[in-house]
């Protein structure tokens, strides 16, 4: 029998709806039942294992699963963690996903804002990331307890459990609704592939060397935009000079006029509307920018 490839993602979380998403934009099918912890693929030999993120670093790096996806700021905690207890850390790192960012920071009650990072010294900092911010803490010279916490660290200092945080932040909203100021940024994250270091089956093998591509050319599908206009045949330089990325624009005559032509292009930045703006004072027409769903060069 074909043995199957097994991949962790994140049951229900703010990982879990892109993992799906980027599997499914691979082309691998599931059906997912809430209930279950296990989805067997029905495009590959592919089983999907639903579990808890802080799980994820330790089936991969025991080879329990052979991917998984899951933030960086998990995986580099389990692995400081296994390091200092003589377990096994070893995994493979395959591909930086571009979705999950966010950054862990320490951050302090407004009212102690002013007082810097000295102040921190003998604090209790409530975090679900000890190790991270030992290891920060020790490069900053800085003597400080960590309060370890799996939820709601940022109501601890109002809570009189600490002093200050050290948390995930994204947008700040959660810390400005909790009255806390960000200080310093400790680590940056966002979800990799990870792979488990000991892999030999040819199957699984062939299978990991099919996705990898795909995933390449969706997150390159995804940066990328496709550019159609009209242009003023006299003005084409100045048309492509102001096009984002346009070395090698494709030009195609228009059947209704030989005044003008129409610029294909793929584009990996984004067209502002400023340069809208620019093209269409240029005499340019039928400006389109176009999502690209899949690529492959
Ligand atoms: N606000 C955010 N914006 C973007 N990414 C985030 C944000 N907060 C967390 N993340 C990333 O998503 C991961 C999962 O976050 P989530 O809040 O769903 O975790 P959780 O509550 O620990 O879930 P679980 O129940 O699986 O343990 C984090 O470890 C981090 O990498
Ligand atoms: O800077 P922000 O945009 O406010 O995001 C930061 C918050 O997002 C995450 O929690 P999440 O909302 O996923 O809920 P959780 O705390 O229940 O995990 C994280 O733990 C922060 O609390
Ligand atoms: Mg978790």
């Excluded at 003589?86 to 302090?108: I, P, Q, Y």
């Excluded at 009212?111 to 190790?131: D, F, H, S, V």
């Excluded at 991270?132 to 400080?144: P, S």
């Excluded at 584009?267 to 920018?289: P, Q, R």
């Amino acid at each position: 029998m074909t043995s199957r490839l097994t991949i962790a993602i994140q049951k229900s979380g703010r990982l879990s709806k892109e993992s799906l998403a980027l599997l499914k934009a691979c082309g691998v099918k599931f059906s997912i039942n809430d209930a279950r912890l296990i989805a067997h693929s029905t495009s590959h030999n592919i089983d999907l294992l639903r579990v808890r993120d802080d799980d994820i670093p330790g089936l991969v790096m025991d080879g329990v699963v052979d991917l998984g996806l899951v933030g960086e700021n998990v995986l580099e905690e389990a692995r400081l963690e296994r390091e200092a207890t003589a377990m096994n850390a070893n995994f493979v790192a395959l591909r930086s996903l571009e979705f999950g960012h966010c950054r862990l920071s320490l951050a302090v009650p407004k009212e102690a804002q002013e007082r810097g990072l000295a102040q921190l010294n003998g604090a209790r900092i409530a975090t679900t990331y000890p190790r991270l911010l030992q290891r920060y803490l020790q490069q900053q010279q800085i003597a400080a307890r960590s309060v370890v916490l799996t939820g709601s660290v940022e109501v601890a200092p109002r809570a009189g459990l600490a002093d200050a945080v050290c948390d995930l932040v994204s947008t700040g909203a959660t810390l400005e609704a909790n009255g806390l100021v960000e200080t310093d940024v400790v680590f940056r994250s966002q979800a990799q592939l990870i792979q488990t270091a000991e892999l030999s089956d040819p199957n699984k093998l062939a299978l990991i060397n099919q996705l990898l591509p795909r995933v390449d050319g969706v997150q390159l599908a995804k940066e990328s935009k496709y550019i159609m206009l009209h242009a003023p045949k006299p003005r084409i330089d100045e048309v492509i000079a102001l096009l984002p990325g346009a070395e090698t624009p494709t030009l195609l005559p228009l059947s209704h006029t030989d005044q003008q032509v129409a610029v294909h292009m793929v584009s990996t930045e984004t067209l502002f509307w400023e340069t809208m703006e620019d093209l269409k004072a240029l005499g340019c027409s039928s400006i389109l920018v176009l999502p690209i769903e899949k690529m492959m060069g």
